[in-house]
């Protein structure tokens, strides 16, 4: 039996699906992440890449993870690995292949050496333990600018100076500024951002639909005041601009969920791209306007964290309202 229009909600058709909130949210960090990387917001590591203060940024330490055995994970000393390629800038990002144990190379697949990736903690997952007197190095490419939700725990703890590979506590597992797992650590400079689940509506047409105008800020945090300046212009510029948000409720019902990375961190069989997937109509959900965008340094009491904040209003056109 249809029930009357009159005893049911508007705009819904099912609860515990993705609505304004959660899409906006996850589609604005989608975007603000490939975004960086069209700008070359990554750094290319290789065997032969030294820090400015010494040390060499391929190497790889032991990690001391609970839900592994002791030197069975080894991580780089920057997460958030990059698996993006086709960019549309003059350099790529490196395609990771496999990893170098005693200056010998080896796929995922290897008998002794078997292994995969963990692109967003920046780490190679043995199939086993192995010794802790093991050379091992990666080549890969890591993202300059960490973008995540706020409310992820990846915000709990800030981790400064995490290019300085020549501090002896890099090497010893469980030490030091990277003793933190990599799930409750977040790299500087980076981007938290926050989707306020409240706003206001106004009509968008007579017969119906709304516009809907969402708020939301970008909390920036550098350890130089360059690095912040220079993100929190990037990110005040896209006022008035367009983008499209995917649809996560009918991705999440589809076969391709999740689309690019597994609970593992590794790549799914056919990782699809940010690009791919706003592009194409099937995931299509709505476009939303970056509007009244401002800025405003945050006053810091001491001298290694610089702040930012950037507020923006989203309008998007909710036609089934």
């Known amino acids: 039996m249809t029930q009357p229009t009159y005893t049911k909600f508007k705009g819904v058709q099912q609860v515990y ?9 996850h589609g604005v960090v989608d975007f ?43 991580e780089g000393f920057r997460g958030d690995w990059v698996w993006e390629s086709g960019l549309d800038y ?3 990002p490196l395609v990771i292949s496999g990893v170098q144990v005693g200056g010998t190379f080896y796929g995922p697949a290897d008998a002794t050496y078997g292994h995969y990736i963990d692109y967003p903690r920046g780490r190679v997952v043995f199939n086993s333990a192995k010794s802790s007197t093991l050379l091992v190095q990666e080549e890969f490419s890591h993202r300059t600018v960490n973008v995540v939700e706020v409310e992820h ?39 938290g951002v926050r989707v306020v689940p409240v706003g206001t509506f106004s ?9 809907g105008h969402i708020s939301a800020k970008f909390y920036i945090f550098a350890d130089n005041s360059f690095e912040r300046d220079q993100i929190t212009d990037i990110i005040a ?56 965008t401002s800025k405003e340094t945050v ?23």
């Not at 490939?34 to 330490?61: C, D, H, M, P, W």
């Not at 009509?203 to 516009?211: F, R």
């Not at 999740?258 to 709505?286: H, K």
């Open 17 to 25: 699906r993705d609505l304004e909130t959660q899409n906006l949210l």
């Open 299 to 321: 006053d810091s009491n001491n001298n290694w964290l610089y702040r930012s904040t950037v507020t923006t209003t989203f309008e998007i056109i909710l036609h089934e309202i």
């Open 153 to 191: 725990p990846y915000i709990r703890n800030l981790m400064y100076e995490s290019f300085r590979v020549d501090k002896s506590d890099f090497d010893v597992a469980g030490s030091g500024a990277w003793n933190y797992l990599g799930d409750y650590r977040v790299q500087l400079p980076c981007v």
């Open 237 to 292: 510029r896209q006022n008035d601009k367009t983008i499209w948000i995917a649809n996560r409720a009918l991705m999440k019902e589809s076969g391709v969920y999740p689309y690019d990375i597994n609970y593992l961190g590794s790549l799914v069989d056919s990782p699809i791209q940010y690009p791919d997937i706003v592009s194409d109509e099937t995931w299509q959900w709505r476009k939303i306007q970056f509007r009244n």
């Open 32 to 74: 603000l992440r490939y975004g960086f990387l069209e700008v070359g917001a990554f750094q290319n590591i290789t065997t032969g890449v030294s820090g400015v203060y010494g040390g060499n940024k391929s190497y790889l330490r032991p990690v001391s993870d609970p839900r592994f055995n002791n030197y069975q994970v080894w």
């Open 90 to 92: 003059s350099t790529q």
């Open 203 to 211: 009509p968008y047409q007579i017969g119906g639909g709304q516009y």
